[in-house]
């Protein structure tokens, strides 16, 4: 079954369940079962995430703009998801007590933080589009025929500018830009609550800020439960976070973005959980190539990236010894270097401003669950209260 299918069936399931609450209690163990069918999802999702690429009937190769736009996706599913396990058809005074009455303000805290990662990753892509438009100078010099000294040095300066801003240190080449920068999608709805609790929208953020300890206090206070909490809902907030973490992480890994210093050991996950296997093994991938590129100072983990970079420093290393008309079997290597240079591109321009409309949508997908969580959260706290 397809993620949007289960979604559909899922989502359905629990609107039916909604239907019924005004005539029965909630049923605790349907709950468990929606617990149990939300873990599972999560766990399938993962796995078709770390499927090696001869498995992958698409080709998405892990870190690849299609494979990033998968992940998004299935953080999407998930939020839907978890929403509806959570709210519909819940008893509100049950979200009140502990542990959930610590357990979700820190989910809605840590979502605050997840927005601006996400526009940390938006202003990255920009970032990328224009290594693209870098290449896609080179391109077109390299395809002139002949090929001379002036398409030659045209082609040189591209690729040298492309490799520079590639290489530059993350507070210079992603988000910052100038001594501060102010980030925001926008806000829907005025409400009073909304300015209240979503203020940062739209402030300005310095060029101190850091998407590495951004991501790390995501995770300061994110404790696997325990004891009675394996089964309940205080699980499913720990996955929905967990997941919300991971994507964060990955996205950032991927998409330059400013200050990424240690981020291999910004996100551990407990090993010992069942569901989260393939969420680990992933996360284990990432991690090591995340210890590579700052090894070697390269750019980010991005394939498209990875191979534009190495592209570029080989077709450079040719123009600095080029002498026209050039050698025959060298031409003939340069201009399957400079098809694949071409292909990067072309997926680039296919694939980057989807996956920018895909991380506004988090964005204000974030934004508006919150919101309903907070008025879910005030009718509990009007529901417990006695009396008078």
């Known amino acids: 079954m397809r993620a949007t299918d289960y979604q559909s069936s899922f989502l359905g399931r629990i609107s039916i369940r909604r239907n019924q609450v005004i005539s029965m209690d909630v049923n605790h163990e349907q709950e468990l079962v929606d617990i149990e069918l939300f873990r599972k999802h ?9 499927s090696p690429p001869e498995d992958v009937a698409s080709g998405e190769r892990l870190l690849s703009i299609s494979w990033l736009r998968k992940l998004v996706n299935v953080f999407l599913c998930c939020e839907s998801e978890f929403k509806a396990v959570l709210i519909m058809s819940r008893d509100p005074s049950l979200i009140s007590k502990p542990p959930l009455d610590r357990l979700i303000p820190e989910l809605l805290e840590r979502s605050v933080k997840a927005l601006d990662i996400c526009n940390s990753v938006s202003s990255g892509i920009d970032s990328v589009r224009q ?11 390299f395809e002139q025929k002949p090929l001379g000294d002036g398409q030659v040095k045209r082609a040189r300066k591209a690729l040298s500018s ?6 530059s240190d993350d507070k210079e080449s992603g988000n910052c830009k100038g001594t501060e920068r102010a980030w925001s999608f926008g806000r829907r709805g005025n409400t009073a609550k909304e300015r209240a609790n979503f203020r940062s929208l739209s402030m300005i953020v310095s060029k101190n800020w850091s998407a590495s300890k951004q991501i790390q206090a995501m995770c300061s206070n994110l404790v696997a439960p325990r004891g009675g909490e394996l089964t309940g809902l205080a699980l499913l907030v720990y996955i929905m976070s967990s997941v919300m973490v991971f994507v964060m992480w990955a996205l950032v890994a991927a998409v330059p973005c400013q200050d990424r210093s240690g981020l291999a050991t910004n996100c551990q996950i407990p090993k010992h959980l069942v569901w989260a296997q393939s969420m680990i093994g992933l996360q284990e991938r990432i991690g090591e190539e995340w210890k590579k590129k700052e090894r070697k100072g390269s750019a980010g983990l991005l394939e498209e990236m990875q191979k534009m970079e190495k592209l570029g420093l080989s077709l450079i290393e040719f123009t600095d010894g080029f002498q026209f008309p050039g050698k025959t079997e060298k031409m003939e290597e340069v201009a399957t270097q400079v098809a694949e240079l ?9 694939g980057l401003v989807p996956l920018q409309m895909q991380i506004r949508e988090i964005f204000h997908r974030i934004v508006r669950s919150r919101t309903e969580v907070l008025d879910f959260l005030d009718h509990a706290g009007k529901v417990s209260q006695p009396t008078i």
């Open 42 to 50: 999560v766990a399938d999702s993962f796995a078709d995430l770390l």
């Open 131 to 141: 290594f693209q438009k870098f290449a896609e100078i080179a391109v077109s010099a």
């Open 162 to 167: 492309m490799l520079t801003s590639m290489t």
């Open 342 to 350: 071409a292909e990067i591109c072309r997926r680039m321009e296919e």
